[in-house]
């Protein structure tokens, strides 16, 4: 567990790191063709594939993402499977069952795929699983019987900003894809693909070849870092090399 937790309103926050490695062929690009008009060189992206496991103060635990999964799963076409979620899992003193809630920022397949065992099994049996009903009623039909069909009972279907947990909220920032939503814990927002590269940050307006909605992506992410920056946010990323970024 190379990262180290921090404290938030009084939920620990401890960053999983599920992978590291480039896109596979599949889907790889150049980068500046993946950011266009970023001015970013043509150099191999590295992303990291992060997770968060929120303790509460009172020991509930929620679990944002779920990660790419084992070999055979829905991102082995392009992902560096097998990810180790579970096995960061146990080094924070957590197994699958312990996890009551679980956040799925959207079902893209290195975020979702780890909600079902390699024998297509529910990962995280006693856990509420929360999705946005604008990403679920999107979702392809392979993600349908791959991912949901198996978890279905477990779902928490949410519209907009829902509170999922005690202090623990979702909020819907739609563009990468139509259910898109981000997770805040206090001053910390998990930000999913709202932010995918650090040069976004500093240009909210540099679209993501693969967003659903590049306008749309584009300017939420615009309008969600300058509500997070005048609040002084945490943000906790996906695939940033460093989870924890302070605006």
């Known amino acids: 567990m190379p990262h ?86 146990a080094a924070a003193g957590v197994a699958p069952a312990d996890v009551e809630t679980v956040v799925l920022t959207h079902l893209h397949s290195d975020h979702a795929s780890g909600v079902v065992t390699d024998d297509g099994r529910p990962a995280f049996e006693n856990a509420r699983l929360v999705l946005q009903r604008a990403e679920l009623d999107a979702a392809a039909d392979g993600t349908l019987d791959r991912l949901i069909a198996p978890v279905k009972a477990q779902l928490q279907v949410v519209e907009g900003d829902v509170e999922v947990a005690p202090g623990v909220h979702v909020h819907l920032t739609a563009g990468h894809t139509p259910g898109h939503q981000i997770v805040r814990a206090g001053d910390l927002a998990m930000t999913g693909d709202l932010v995918l590269h650090p040069v976004q940050l ?30 002084r946010a945490v943000l906790a990323t996906s695939h940033f090399s460093e989870p924890f970024v302070r605006l």
């Open 4 to 89: 180290q937790p921090i404290i938030v309103s009084g939920v620990e926050v401890t960053p999983l790191c599920d992978a590291v490695g480039p896109m596979g062929a599949a889907i790889r690009r150049p980068l500046p063709e993946m950011f266009p008009g970023s001015g970013l060189p043509d150099e191999p992206w590295v992303l990291h594939f992060h997770c968060y496991l929120l303790r509460s103060a009172t020991g509930r635990l929620t679990l944002v993402d779920t990660g790419i999964g084992g070999h055979g799963s829905l991102a082995a076409s392009w992902a560096p499977v097998p990810g180790t979620l579970l096995g960061e899992l």
């Open 202 to 231: 500093d240009d909210p307006g540099v679209h993501y070849c693969y967003d659903d909605d590049r306008e749309a992506a584009a300017r939420v992410r615009a309008e969600v870092l300058e509500r997070l920056r005048a609040e």
